[in-house]
T-cell receptor, first 114, second 114 residues
Framework: NAGVTQTPKFQVLKTGQSMTLQCAQD?????MYWYRQDPGMGLRLIYY???????DKGEVPNGYNVSRLNKREFSLRLESAAPSQTSVYFC?????????????FGDGTRLSIL | GEDVEQSLFLSVREGDSSVINCTYT??????LYWYKQEPGAGLQLLTY?????DMKQDQRLTVLLNKKDKHLSLRIADTQTGDSAIYFC??????????????FGTGTQLKVEL
C-alpha cells in the first residue's frame, strides 16, 4: 500500500537549471497538493489541484508550475531554479468529502540549488 | 486569512506527559489535525478533531479543544524516545472554497530526554 510516492528523493541543481518533481497517489483521491517546508516556517502551499483538470495557486506559487497529468499524478516544475528554492518539497492528497479525508503525505524531495 | 501558531520547542523527560499547544484564528467551524514528522520523513497523521468536539482520546494521545479561545492541545502520555519528532497543528475551515486546503503551524520540535 504505497499511498503517496514522490520522486526523486534528493536532487542537487545549479542555478538556472530546470527540473520536474513527480508525485503519484494510489488512493483514488480527487485533490492533490504541493508544499515546501523551510526551517521555522512550517509547510507552505505552493499549488493545489482540487480535482482532475484543475489547478490553483497557493500561498507561494512564484517560480513554479504544475501539471495534473491524470487523477493519480501531479507534477511540480521549476523552470529556472534559484537558491531561494532550496527546500524540502512534499506532495499530499485527500478527498474533500463530508467529512473530508485528512491529507496524506509523501516522504518528500530534498532539493538543493547551488 | 487563517493563521496557526505553535511554540517551536518542547523538552520533556521520558515517562512524563508532553503537552503541545496550538492556537488558530479562523472560523468557528473547522477540522483540526495533528501530524508527526520524524527526521527525514514525511508527515504522518496522528489524529484530528472536529470543532463540535471538546476532547478526543486515542491510546496515549489526548486532543483538547477550547473553541472559545481557539486553542488546541495534544497531550502525549508516558512520552517515549520514539516520540521525539516535529508535531504540526493544521486547520481546515469547513468552507474551504474547494480543494480541502489546510493551514499549518510552524511545528513544535519535541525532544525526549532520558
Amino acid at each position: 500500500n504505497a499511498g503517496v510516492t514522490q520522486t526523486p528523493k534528493f536532487q542537487v541543481l545549479k542555478t538556472g537549471q530546470s527540473m520536474t518533481l513527480q508525485c503519484a497517489q494510489d488512493m483514488n483521491h480527487n485533490s492533490m497538493y504541493w508544499y515546501r517546508q523551510d526551517p521555522g516556517m512550517g509547510l507552505r502551499l505552493i499549488y493545489y489541484s482540487a480535482s482532475e483538470g484543475t489547478t490553483d495557486k497557493g500561498e507561494v506559487p512564484n517560480g513554479y508550475n504544475v501539471s495534473r497529468l491524470n487523477k493519480r499524478e501531479f507534477s511540480l516544475r521549476l523552470e529556472s531554479a534559484a537558491p531561494s528554492q532550496t527546500s524540502v518539497y512534499f506532495c499530499a492528497s485527500s478527498d474533500p468529502g463530508n467529512p473530508p479525508s485528512p491529507q496524506h503525505f509523501g516522504d518528500g524531495t530534498r532539493l538543493s540549488i547551488l | 486569512g487563517e493563521d496557526v501558531e505553535q511554540s517551536l520547542f518542547l523538552s520533556v523527560r521520558e515517562g512524563d506527559s508532553s503537552v503541545i499547544n496550538c492556537t488558530y484564528t479562523d472560523s468557528s467551524s473547522t477540522y483540526l489535525y495533528w501530524y508527526k514528522q520524524e527526521p527525514g520523513a514525511g508527515l504522518q497523521l496522528l489524529t484530528y478533531i472536529f470543532s463540535n468536539m471538546d476532547m478526543k482520546q486515542d491510546q496515549r494521545l489526548t486532543v483538547l479543544l477550547n473553541k472559545k479561545d481557539k486553542h488546541l492541545s495534544l497531550r502525549i502520555a508516558d512520552t517515549q524516545t520514539g516520540d521525539s519528532a516535529i508535531y504540526f497543528c493544521a486547520e481546515r475551515p469547513i468552507l474551504t472554497g474547494g480543494g480541502n486546503k489546510l493551514t499549518f503551524g510552524t511545528g513544535t520540535q519535541l525532544k525526549v530526554e532520558l
